[in-house]
Every structure is written in structure tokens, then in C-alpha cells.
């Protein structure tokens, strides 16, 4: 019964340390997809010249689920019967969603940045803030990138070690 119960613990520290890992795996993607969605937004609105809720709402409809949940819950809000500023609906829709997303602090700092930018200029320079996020978020994925090749093994093992060490402890 011992035996049974130390490796339940180790395979619960070892469960931990994986799912410590994949979060930082999905900030990293989230990242990508959110470059992705920038990218975009920037043809949409320098090239295209498209209003900001129907460039968010056909962004939305083709970007992967969780950048998705941003894009469409702004668009909404944008087009909705309150009457929001774009920064207001931006902000509004960052909240809505920030417990659902494996972002960090300084990650939806970058994103609140970028809202207050939105559609209180001229075309040219919502491009130009288009840009700078896009470089900032740039940034933000190859520090994701860095610390989830870093510390993917690292979270395991420890992970691991932990549920051994608690073994080692009580038995």
C-alpha cells in the first residue's frame, strides 16, 4: 500500500512539472499567434484600409482559438449598443479574457499599450503602433521561446524530484 501510494505522489509532482512546462509552451504560441494576428491587422488596416471592427472580426474568424477570443469579444464590443471607444472595447475585451489566456504580466501590459493606440489616430500612425507591438511582441516570443527550451526539462524533472523528495520524507 506504501509502494502505491509513493508512486501516486511521484507521478503527481511529475504531473505538475509537465503542466508547469506546457503553460510555458502556450505563452509561446499564443505569442506566435498573436504575431500572426498583427501581421494582419496591419495589412487590414495600412493596405486594405478596412474599419477596425470588421478587420478584427475577419481576423478573428481565421486566427487560432485563444487569440480569437481577443478579436472577436473586441469587435463585439466595438460594434455593440454601449457605444465604447476602441481603447474602452480594446480594454474591456483584454479583461474579459486575461484568466482564460497563459500570458504573463508584462504580456498584457504590451497588449493594454496597443489599445490605447487604437483608433485615436490617423491610418498612418495606427500602423506605426501596429508595428512597434509587433516588434515588442517579437521580443516577448523569442524570450518565451528561450525559456520554454530552457525550462521544459528542467520543470519536469523537477516535477519529479519533488514527488520523490515528499516520498523520501514521509516513508
Given amino acids: 500500500m506504501k509502494v502505491m ?3 501516486l505522489v511521484i507521478a503527481a509532482g511529475g504531473m505538475a512539472g509537465w503542466v508547469y512546462s506546457t503553460l510555458l509552451k502556450k505563452r509561446w504560441t499564443m505569442l506566435q499567434a498573436l504575431i500572426q494576428a498583427f501581421q ?6 495600412g493596405y486594405a484600409s478596412v474599419p477596425l471592427g470588421e478587420a478584427f472580426m475577419g481576423i478573428g474568424a481565421r486566427a487560432p482559438e485563444e ?3 481577443i478579436l472577436t469579444t473586441f469587435a463585439a464590443a466595438l460594434d455593440g449598443p454601449a457605444g465604447l471607444t476602441a481603447d474602452e472595447a480594446w480594454q474591456q475585451s483584454l479583461a474579459q479574457n486575461r484568466e482564460a489566456l497563459p500570458l504573463k504580466v508584462e504580456d498584457w501590459a504590451l ?3 496597443f489599445g490605447r493606440t487604437l483608433g485615436a489616430t ?3 500612425h495606427q500602423v506605426t503602433a501596429i508595428r512597434r507591438t509587433l516588434e515588442r511582441l517579437k521580443h516577448q516570443a523569442a524570450g518565451a521561446e528561450e525559456d520554454y527550451r530552457k525550462n ?3 520543470y519536469r524533472y523537477l516535477g519529479i524530484a519533488g514527488g520523490a523528495l515528499v516520498v523520501l520524507i514521509f516513508y
Avoid: Q, S
Fill in 5 to 7: 501510494g509513493a508512486l
Fill in 40 to 45: 494582419w491587422l496591419e495589412t487590414e488596416i
Fill in 67 to 69: 487569440v480569437k477570443l
Fill in 111 to 113: 497588449l493594454a499599450d
Fill in 122 to 124: 490617423d491610418r498612418e
Fill in 152 to 154: 521544459e526539462r528542467l
